[in-house]
């Protein structure tokens, strides 16, 4: 039986991540996931604190030459409904920032990951299921596909909404669903996006494009359920011509890479992100509509939390290292959950007063440049606003001494 100070269940962006963040920590790392891997035609946007994290794992130089900058945000009312929103356009220079952060394609990211996970020495691949995981006083007994078994003193479950480690773990969840299905493409377009992401609210929910590099763009298209049907089983040429009236026009005409995916709108959290010696990332933990770019960037704060208590903790304390993580990361993700549907079912409500929020809402943010900055900065980080606060203030006290 081998044994490794973590195991990483799950080899998506999350578990592949989480392995490269803490290979440098001194433990023993196994990586167990089945080789095989569905083709993933999405992508990511990832926020400023994202793309910094990158850097310090060394990965960004690669990731970069794929990803096209997110410069400017904006949001515009493609409703028909009587109280309606002005547009609201988040620029990054406002926060001085060359860019929000940028939008990558899942399949050359996951492609760099693997390269750099097999050159990574300190990291052993087990490509393998689990079937089950079993606690016990010293560590967890992992239960292979294969039949092998291994220990580990700390298990990260990254394996996704179905995670069989957060039932070993008795980790309970709350799911809801919504009447909404999302339809996910990428399309070219005849004129330059300018690294400006566009999102429609509509009456079924948000129509988003995000530039990728060149005259091309991503697209997230919120319908209800049997319209997105509708939507996946027209001609490429049919698709391109609705996604242009839907864009009215904006970035001319719109020609559809391959297919269309579409998947139904839900939401899960785990009731906790860590328990004895497991530990949650990902969609183990947390899963919302892919709605102001929270999914990935999320994750990835769940890894940067995990990896300083690993640099705190050695494997003999680890017992209770998923109390520790689950404290720690609370209140970020039941915050960012309940913005995220919140707004969702804001777009979805006739209710008068509550389009009247919504609209208020939008109003203030178009007129108060400062409010517009609070917004901005805690949506590439938490407490954004508040660390650019005291900096500015260091920055006044030190001209003030000098």
């Given amino acids: ?98 860019a929000f952060g940028y939008n990558i394609p899942n399949a050359p990211f996951l492609d760099i990951l693997d390269a750099r996970l097999a050159a990574d020495s300190n990291i052993v691949r087990l490509e393998d299921g689990v079937t089950a995981a079993t606690s016990f006083e010293t560590g967890v007994e992992l239960a292979l596909d294969s039949g092998e078994r291994v220990t580990a003193a700390l298990v990260v479950g990254a394996d996704g909404r179905k995670s069989r480690i957060r039932d070993g773990a008795g980790i309970s969840v709350r799911n809801w669903s919504y009447p909404q299905s999302a339809v996910v493409l990428n399309f070219a377009h005849e004129r330059p996006h300018g690294n400006v992401s566009t999102e429609f609210h509509t009456e079924s929910g948000p129509f988003t494009q995000v530039p990728l590099p060149g005259n091309r763009s991503s697209l997230v298209w919120v319908l209800p359920p049997k319209e997105a049907s509708r939507m996946r089983e027209l001609s490429a040429a049919d698709l391109g011509r609705a996604v242009e009236e839907r864009m009215q026009s904006m970035l001319g005409r719109v020609t559809v890479d391959g297919s269309a995916q579409s998947f139904p709108l839900s939401g899960m959290t785990a009731n906790h992100f860590g328990k004895g010696r497991f530990v949650l990332v990902g969609e183990a933990a947390h899963a919302f509509p892919p709605i102001g770019a929270q999914g990935l960037n999320l994750s990835l704060r769940d890894i940067m939390a995990l990896r300083d208590l690993i640099r705190i903790d050695e494997p003999a304390n680890y017992s209770g290292i998923g109390e520790r993580f689950d404290r720690k990361r609370q209140a970020d993700i039941r915050s960012r959950t309940v913005s995220v549907d919140l707004l969702n079912r804001s777009l979805l409500s006739d209710f008068l007063p509550v389009q009247f929020l919504r609209s208020a809402g939008l109003h203030l943010l178009s007129a108060l440049g400062p409010l517009r900055s609070i917004v901005m900065r805690e949506g590439i980080e938490p407490l954004g606003s508040l660390k650019a606060f005291r900096e500015s203030l260091r920055e006044r006290v030190a001209r003030k001494q000098a």
């Fill in 1 to 98: 039986m081998r044994q490794f100070d973590i195991a990483i269940v799950g080899a998506g962006l999350a578990g592949s991540l989480a392995a490269l963040a803490l290979s440098d920590s001194g433990r023993s790392i196994a990586l167990i996931a089945p080789s095989a891997r569905a083709t993933d035609s999405r992508t990511t946007a990832l926020m400023d604190q994202s793309i910094a994290f990158l850097k310090t794992l060394g990965l960004w130089d690669d990731i970069a030459r794929h990803a096209a900058a997110l410069e400017t945000m904006q949001i515009l009312d493609g409703t028909s409904r009587l109280l309606r929103a002005p547009p609201v356009a988040f620029r990054a220079s406002e926060v001085d920032l060359p």
